[in-house]
């Protein structure tokens, strides 16, 4: 046989296998789901995450017709549950909920990460926008941020503290990167998870605290805390007398928090915007609207390419911070 014919059937041959494999793929999707699907929730349950990620299991697995068991996997600032997704099959039966930290400011802060955040996922789509808050103890002589601005740039270095949740947390990275655009100095004091950082705020052992709006808002109309900011891209309707930092000057701080579901890279695109269009039928729900506006969200209906282009942002903007401020965590 000619090194020609040769060549031409090789050729046939590949052909026939990426038609056979195209095939068993719309097949796949065809039938997706018929079985349970896994949504990994990389922190513990109880949490704005978790919370969010039950709201889609239960709602959109109504649309799928299909259970979907939320898992909770917690460590290392949400990388854990993060790495279990991307090791996981991409057939679309294992998601993630994918968050501002796990796909923003953790590839920023962390020597070494165990994913990819971009070439690991496929994007299916954001969910819910989560706004968080800069809140102060209420004992301090300032009544909103351009007075807390003042009063932190006449004082000593360092003379003003905030709490976060750990050395490169979202709370970290967002204070560092206000710290920066408006020119003042806090001492940074980390904690092992929020809890603690918010009791110590409250008690006045620590000035300053950025949190989720949904952690601390029965702290805020109890009084316990004074909000200056939200970050978010509009004043949430829970503290509508709270300007956002765009309001006060500050846009580079960005709109906030999101969590959204993620998929292993080389899922089928059929499959994912089966995933996609579920969450969509999800969010008109006027349940899972008012479920979503209780803890402090914003629906955030966005495409799969959409969702990409939010989370190329995110890592863009703390990868910055986290330069510029010199923030690295094991």
């Given at each position: 046989?000619?090194r020609?014919?040769?060549?031409?059937?090789a050729?046939?041959?590949?052909?026939?296998?990426?038609?056979?494999l195209?095939?068993?793929?719309?097949a796949q999707?065809a039938?997706?789901?018929?079985?349970?699907?896994?949504?990994?929730?990389?922190?513990?349950?109880?949490?704005?995450?978790?919370?969010?990620?039950?709201?889609?299991a239960?709602?959109a697995?109504?649309?799928?017709?299909?259970?979907?068991v939320v898992?909770?996997?917690a460590?290392a600032?949400g990388s854990?549950?993060?790495?279990?997704?991307?090791r996981?099959t991409p057939?679309?039966?294992?998601?993630?909920m994918?968050?501002?930290?796990?796909?923003?400011?953790?590839?920023?802060?962390?020597?070494?990460?165990?994913y990819?955040?971009v070439?690991?996922?496929?994007?299916v789509?954001n969910?819910?926008?989560?706004?968080s808050i800069?809140?102060i103890n209420?004992n301090?002589?300032?009544?909103?941020?351009?007075?807390?601005v003042?009063?932190?740039?006449?004082?000593?270095?360092d003379?003003y503290?905030?709490?976060?949740p750990?050395?490169g947390?979202?709370?970290?990275?967002?204070i560092?990167n206000?710290m920066?655009?408006?020119?003042?100095?806090?001492l940074?004091v980390p904690?092992?998870?929020?809890?603690p950082?918010?009791?110590?705020?409250m008690?006045g052992?620590v000035d300053?605290i950025t949190?989720?709006l949904s952690?601390?808002l029965?702290?805020?109309l109890?009084?316990?805390?004074?909000?200056?900011?939200v970050?978010?891209a509009e004043?949430?309707?829970?503290?509508?007398?709270?300007?956002?930092y765009i309001?006060?000057?500050y846009?580079?701080?960005?709109t906030g928090?999101w969590?959204?579901?993620?998929?292993?890279a080389?899922?089928?695109?059929?499959v994912?915007d089966?995933?996609?269009?579920?969450v969509?039928a999800?969010?008109?729900d006027?349940?899972?609207?008012?479920k979503a506006?209780?803890v402090?969200?914003?629906l955030?209906?966005?495409?799969?390419?959409e969702?990409q282009?939010q989370?190329?942002q995110?890592?863009?903007?703390?990868?910055k911070?986290?330069?510029?401020a010199?923030?690295?965590?094991?």
């Amino acid at each position: 046989m000619s090194r020609r014919l040769l060549g031409r059937s090789a050729r046939f041959a590949l052909a026939g296998m990426f038609a056979t494999l195209s095939f068993a793929g719309v097949a796949q999707a065809a039938d997706y789901p018929s079985r349970p699907i896994k949504l990994v929730v990389p922190f513990a349950a109880g949490g704005s995450t978790d919370i969010v990620a039950r709201l889609v299991a239960e709602y959109a697995g109504r649309d799928l017709k299909q259970t979907i068991v939320v898992e909770n996997k917690a460590g290392a600032g949400g990388s854990m549950g993060m790495e279990q997704v991307a090791r996981s099959t991409p057939d679309g039966y294992t998601i993630g909920m994918a968050t501002m930290s796990t796909h923003g400011s953790n590839p920023a802060v962390y020597r070494k990460m165990n994913y990819d955040p971009v070439k690991d996922f496929v994007p299916v789509a954001n969910v819910v926008a989560v706004p968080s808050i800069f809140a102060i103890n209420p004992n301090l002589p300032a009544k909103n941020m351009a007075e807390f601005v003042a009063l932190a740039k006449r004082a000593p270095a360092d003379r003003y503290s905030f709490a976060s949740p750990g050395v490169g947390s979202l709370g970290h990275v967002n204070i560092e990167n206000f710290m920066m655009l408006s020119g003042i100095k806090l001492l940074h004091v980390p904690y092992r998870g929020a809890g603690p950082a918010l009791n110590d705020v409250m008690g006045g052992q620590v000035d300053a605290i950025t949190d989720n709006l949904s952690s601390t808002l029965p702290q805020v109309l109890g009084g316990k805390l004074r909000p200056l900011a939200v970050l978010g891209a509009e004043r949430s309707p829970l503290l509508p007398d709270v300007p956002t930092y765009i309001e006060l000057g500050y846009p580079d701080m960005g709109t906030g928090g999101w969590f959204g579901l993620v998929a292993p890279a080389g899922t089928p695109s059929a499959v994912v915007d089966r995933l996609n269009q579920a969450v969509r039928a999800a969010m008109k729900d006027p349940e899972f609207r008012k479920k979503a506006e209780d803890v402090g969200g914003t629906l955030m209906p966005t495409t799969p390419q959409e969702f990409q282009v939010q989370i190329e942002q995110a890592l863009a903007r703390y990868a910055k911070v986290a330069k510029a401020a010199n923030i690295q965590a094991d």
